[in-house]
Structure formats: structure tokens, C-alpha cells
Antibody, heavy 120, light 107 residues
Framework: QVQLVESGGGVVQPGRSLRLSCATSGFSFDNYGMHWVRQAPGKGLEWLAVISPDGGNKYHTGSVRGRFTISRDNSKNTLYLEMNSLSAEDTAVYYC?????????????WGQGTLVTVSS | DIQMTQSPSSLSASVGDRVTITCRASQTINNYLNWYQQKPREAPELLIYIAFNLQSGVPSRFSGSGSGTHFNLTISSLQPEDFATYFCQQTYTTPWTFGQGTKVEIK
């Protein structure tokens, strides 16, 4: 079955960096776009970024553009999110999600999330 | 960016009730509208994609409708396991954006 497992979260000081990973299994990773979505404590969902199946195309939402970078390693079936210049506003649970079939953008499988807390 | 507005923000309902949640987009998104359910301390799960397509494994009491800028999620007969928060999402144009969520609580 499809599985997505995030890791790399934790407590980090403002201004520092962190890299999240999303290990996947149960599907042909290199056939699907992948996404990152976050949820601040008690808040709604914020879509962050998408990467194409071959990694050649990426898009980041404005609030993280220039600070966060999505990437993937198809040989390891793993998705990444490199986060720089972190601030308190980046405190959230970060989810990776698999794109559904076709070019419709919906997210058909999600990981359980990893919590990032930005605090001094 | 396309703004997605859900209504109501919360509602109280009883088991067996018919419940409808509305999602409006700030501009037309054709049918590129998806619905997710999130239970406390869990990841969201896909319910409906491209406005009215039921995700595999989702009970048939869930249905989606609408087009253009106005969409609905309907639960025909609310069950105890349906008490959760529901989010709509447009995937017509980047950045994808979510509604603020509708919390369905027990009356």
C-alpha cells in the first residue's frame, strides 16, 4: 500500500535551517508529482510547493519562495524540503503528499506529518 | 492568488442529518475543486476530486457538486465518524489554495 513517512522535524532557532524528508513506498515514485503542505497549530492548511515527477519543474508559494526548496531523489523514492531563514511563522506540522493521477493537482495520499517548531 | 471561502466555518449536527458545506472561489476554477476530511491529530484525507469524483474507499454518503466558482460538499446522512474538519482546495492554478475549513461538531 502507499506509504509516505516524513522525518526531520524538531525545534530550531530562528534564522536557522532544517531539511525535511519524505520516504515513500507502494507506488512508482518517479511517475508522480509530489507536494508539501503545512498546518500551523490550530490553523488551516497551507499548500507550499510541488515538484514534477522528474524533478525538472518546481513551484513554491509566495510565502516560502526564496527560503524553501523542494527536491526529490527518484533513486531513493524520497522527497525533500530544504528550509532556510526560519521564523516563528514557519512553526507548523509539515505534510508531504502524492499527486493523484492525471494533471489535476489533487492530493490522494498524505504522510502523517512532522512538526517543526521555530523558537529560541 | 485565488481565494477560497468556505461556509459555514463550523456547524453542529446530529447523526443522520443531511449536511452541506459550501466553497466559493474568488474566480472561476472550472471543476478543479477537491475536498478533504481531517480528524484531530490526523493527516487530511481526500474525499472528492475534480468537483464530484468520489475517491476510492470513501462512503457514498459523501458527494460533491458545483462548477465555476460555487461548490458544495454534501453528507447525506451524517455518521459518528464524520465529525471532523473539511477543507476545499482549488487546483486550477498555482498556488493551489485551501479554504479555511469547516468544523462539523456533534449537536
Amino acid at each position: 500500500q502507499v506509504q509516505l513517512v516524513e522525518s526531520g522535524g524538531g525545534v530550531v532557532q530562528p534564522g536557522r535551517s532544517l531539511r525535511l524528508s519524505c520516504a515513500t513506498s507502494g507506488f512508482s515514485f518517479d511517475n508522480y508529482g509530489m507536494h508539501w503542505v503545512r498546518q500551523a497549530p490550530g490553523k488551516g492548511l497551507e499548500w507550499l510547493a510541488v515538484i514534477s515527477p522528474d524533478g525538472g519543474n518546481k513551484y513554491h508559494t509566495g510565502s516560502v519562495r526564496g527560503r524553501f526548496t523542494i527536491s526529490r531523489d527518484n533513486s531513493k523514492n524520497t522527497l525533500y524540503l530544504e528550509m532556510n531563514s526560519l521564523s516563528a511563522e514557519d512553526t507548523a506540522v509539515y505534510y508531504c503528499a502524492k499527486a493523484g493521477p492525471g494533471d489535476y493537482g489533487y492530493l490522494d495520499y498524505w504522510g502523517q506529518g512532522t512538526l517543526v517548531t521555530v523558537s529560541s | 492568488d485565488i481565494q477560497m471561502t468556505q461556509s459555514p466555518s463550523s456547524l453542529s449536527a446530529s447523526v443522520g442529518d443531511r449536511v452541506t458545506i459550501t466553497c466559493r472561489a474568488s474566480q472561476t476554477i472550472n471543476n478543479y475543486l477537491n475536498w478533504y476530511q481531517q480528524k484531530p491529530r490526523e493527516a487530511p484525507e481526500l474525499l472528492i476530486y475534480i468537483a464530484f469524483n468520489l475517491q476510492s474507499g470513501v462512503p457514498s454518503r459523501f458527494s460533491g457538486s458545483g462548477s465555476g466558482t460555487h461548490f458544495n460538499l454534501t453528507i447525506s446522512s451524517l455518521q459518528p465518524e464524520d465529525f471532523a474538519t473539511y477543507f476545499c482546495q482549488q487546483t486550477y492554478t498555482t498556488p493551489w489554495t485551501f479554504g479555511q475549513g469547516t468544523k462539523v461538531e456533534i449537536k
